[in-house]
């Protein structure tokens, strides 16, 4: 049983920072890829970075120069770090964990159970 478990989310003014952590346990975390999703009310869930398994990273445009994914493979650990957070950040993010396996290559997708976001003055 893969179990993903989002901490650090919380209320945080305009220009502040937050940091958050995601466990994963019941699996080989080095060998999946890591990402931070996020939805806002009313909006549709939408990707803000990933992170593979060999460490390249992407982010959606709207997060770059602001947010960083790293994984700390030890710990079995993925980090947001969310700096100059702005209020169109709010949102309940959430932990991911995918990857393809076995000789079928089998896809297999893994979710936290989210933590809320909230930027306002």
């Known amino acids: 049983q893969v179990q993903l478990v989002e901490s650090g989310g919380g209320l945080v003014q305009p220009g502040g920072s937050l940091r958050l952590s995601c466990v994963v346990s019941?699996?080989?975390?080095?060998?999946?890829?890591m990402g931070w999703y996020r939805q806002a009310p009313g909006k549709q869930r939408e990707l803000v970075a990933a992170?593979?398994?060999?460490?390249?990273?992407n982010y959606v445009d709207s997060v770059k120069g602001r947010f960083t994914i790293s994984r700390d493979n030890a710990k079995n650990t993925v980090y947001l770090q969310m700096n100059s957070l702005k209020p169109e950040d709010t949102a309940v993010y959430y932990c991911?964990?995918?990857?393809?396996?076995?000789?079928?290559?089998?896809?297999?997708?893994?979710w936290g159970q989210g933590t809320q976001v909230t930027v306002s003055s």
């Open positions: 991911n964990a995918g990857g393809t396996f076995g000789p079928t290559k089998k896809q297999l997708d893994y």
């Open positions: 019941g699996s080989i975390f080095s060998l999946y890829t």
């Open positions: 992170i593979s398994s060999g460490g390249s990273t």
